[in-house]
């Protein structure tokens, strides 16, 4: 399980040395065509020798089998549907100790040309980065993958209002849109980020409860919490071409957002704990169930 670091992991050095290795590690889940295009991007993306792993959750397409036997990546298979963080931590655990930088991402990324060498080079400028984050479109859209922690007004606010009130204060604050230029963040997307090996081994990576969504908020949060820094890169660009696995029936899409509304509700009880909060976790958890329940409504 993740810990709560107590804000002195900066001060702490790594128990491994790494290297300045560079390895992608890419959780699937019947990725369809999606993972031989994000491999395909991967050619242009650095100039720098890499290793690839596939976290494969039990996929069912045969796709991640096709590309480890085509030799272009490493097939890890997990034997179960572990989730995004779980299925990471123990791919990135496998790796040797001359892999000091991961990218850890989605099948349905295309990656820009040159965007990993753009997101290495700016950790040459923050020597404190622990993750590092590119420019992500959706849709030719710039998507704010660079945001501020939710904290309990702008969580809050952003929940209520965001579905109903794009506009509201409390999602134009936490989403940090129309910002784009390099900076430090609350957290990064873990949809396509890089990460430092260093600060990742140093907060034990993802915490495995969230089984999808909120882990790469609670993962910025504990890096900064640590002592590291979550740093936006523009300039290296990346393409999310869409939820390949989540989007594909009504149902699925139901159980997805009920899990997110799981995991909201988790990352916020970890930073309201004992007896002296309770009252506000109970009233956390009845909102956002209800919540959940309204934005599910009509599937089955």
Request: with cysteine; aromatic share 8%; net charge neutral.
């Amino acid at each position: 399980m993740g810990r709560m670091p107590d804000g002195d992991g900066a001060q702490r050095s790594s128990t491994a040395q790494y290297g300045d290795g560079l390895a992608v590690v890419v959780v699937t889940y019947s990725p369809g065509d999606s993972l031989p295009a994000f491999l395909d991007s991967l050619e242009d993306a650095t100039s720098r020798p890499v290793t690839v792993v596939l976290a494969d959750n039990g996929s069912t397409d045969g796709v991640p089998e096709a590309e480890a036997a085509r030799g272009r990546a490493q097939l890890l298979p997990m034997g179960e549907n572990l989730g995004y963080g779980a299925a990471s931590n123990r791919a990135v655990a496998g790796l040797g100790a001359d892999v000091g930088w991961v990218l850890v991402s989605n099948p349905d990324i295309v990656l820009g040309p040159k965007a990993l060498d753009l997101l290495l080079e700016a950790a040459a400028r923050w020597p404190r980065a622990g993750s590092l984050g590119p420019l992500i479109r959706t849709d030719g859209e710039v998507y704010p993958s660079a945001r501020l922690l939710p904290s309990l007004g702008r969580g809050v606010g952003h929940a209520v209002f965001g579905a109903v009130w794009p506009a509201n204060p409390w999602t134009r604050s936490y989403r940090q849109e129309g910002s784009v230029a390099e900076r430090t963040a609350g957290w990064l997307s873990g949809s396509c980020v890089l990460l430092r090996r260093e600060a990742w081994d140093s907060v034990d990576g993802f915490d495995p409860r969230f089984f999808m969504y909120f882990e790469d908020v609670d993962l910025g949060d504990r890096l900064g919490r640590a002592g590291w820094l979550n740093v936006y890169v523009p300039d290296a660009e990346v393409v999310h071409t869409g939820g390949h696995a989540t989007n594909a029936d009504h149902p699925t899409s139901a159980r997805m957002l009920r899990e997110h509304h799981r995991s909201a509700y988790r990352f916020l009880a970890d930073r309201y704990r004992g007896r002296r909060w309770a009252p506000l976790r109970a009233g956390l958890r009845t909102a956002l169930g209800l919540r959940a329940r309204w934005s599910t409504r009509g599937t089955s």
